[in-house]
């Protein structure tokens, strides 16, 4: 096996929104930009700022992406996410729709994975929340494999809110993860929204992270775990022609 490859925005694998008018549609970026080959796993994450609902925040993607995080609770942050495998050749927006028409902001990632398993799809974990401190990231033990050279990606939104002080949303990986990339703010108002994401390549059957750094004196943030499968390794028989027999 070979660990799926970490997605950079240098490589042009991850790209950015942000939907700071609300309504009951979020705009992901174009995929016509996003670096992408046939069979490539590509996950969409939208963070926002509150759900209007508790773990049915998150319906209809466009782009054939298919969900497989829909995680929320009406007074923390809301985290989605869905996949689908590449064919290479998407182009244009795709949007997902919200429980929430609210006008409190959102943030969407976008990202494309070689290397990933060609038909099992990433698992989510558990949604954890904080106010007051980091929110803990809950462990993740995929249910489809064991050990392998899986590829962990470590999720956080954070949201302000309160307009007293300063707002500086989430500022750094948790341990051991890596590449660490974040949106930026969305505006320094009351649901203003940061998304962050980190990767580890990791051959364990779990993973159980740290904290991210992030802002915890007027903003709320939650945090979860994906997991997303590496290809199967090549198994190579040995046939009867590549044996020589001699003797009686």
């Known amino acids: 096996m070979?660990?799926?490859?970490?997605?950079?925005?240098?490589?042009?694998?991850?790209?950015?929104?942000?939907?700071?008018?609300?309504?009951?549609?979020?705009?992901?970026?174009?995929?016509?930009s996003l670096t992408k080959n046939a069979g490539d796993l590509l996950i969409a994450i939208i963070a926002t700022y509150d759900g209007n609902s508790t773990n049915a925040e998150f319906s209809t993607w466009g782009g054939g992406f298919t969900?497989?995080?829909?995680?929320?609770?009406?007074?923390?942050?809301?985290?989605?996410?869905?996949?689908?495998?590449?064919t290479g050749s998407e182009t244009g927006t795709f949007t997902v729709t919200t429980a929430d028409a609210s006008t409190t902001d959102r943030q969407m990632i976008l990202m494309s994975i070689?290397?990933?398993?060609?038909?099992?799809?990433?698992?989510?974990?558990?949604?954890t929340n904080g106010?007051?401190?980091?929110?803990?990231?809950?462990?993740?033990?995929?249910?489809?494999?064991?050990?392998?050279?899986t590829l962990w990606i470590a999720v956080c939104g954070c949201g302000e809110v309160s307009g007293t002080g300063s707002f500086t949303g989430v500022a750094s990986a948790p341990a051991n993860?890596?590449?660490?990339?974040?949106?930026?703010?969305?505006a320094d108002v009351v649901g203003g929204v940061e998304a962050a994401v980190a990767?580890?390549?990791?051959?364990?059957?779990?993973?159980?992270?740290?904290?991210?750094?992030?802002?915890?004196?007027?903003?709320?943030?939650s945090a979860l775990l994906i997991a997303v499968r590496p290809v199967p390794a090549?198994?190579?028989?040995v046939g009867l022609g590549d044996f020589t027999f001699t003797g009686t």
């Open 2 to 32: 070979a660990f799926p490859s970490i997605p950079t925005s240098a490589a042009g694998r991850i790209l950015t929104a942000a939907n700071t008018a609300g309504g009951a549609t979020s705009t992901f970026p174009d995929l016509t």
């Open 234 to 237: 090549s198994v190579t028989g």
């Open 67 to 86: 969900e497989f995080v829909d995680q929320a609770t009406t007074a923390t942050m809301g985290i989605g996410a869905a996949y689908k495998w590449s």
């Open 114 to 127: 070689a290397g990933a398993h060609a038909s099992t799809a990433p698992e989510g974990g558990t949604i």
């Open 177 to 186: 993860y890596t590449d660490y990339f974040e949106t930026g703010i969305s």
């Open 199 to 221: 990767f580890r390549q990791l051959a364990a059957a779990s993973d159980d992270p740290a904290t991210f750094s992030v802002d915890t004196s007027n903003a709320r943030n």
């Open 131 to 149: 106010t007051t401190a980091a929110a803990d990231i809950a462990a993740l033990n995929p249910a489809g494999w064991d050990i392998e050279d």
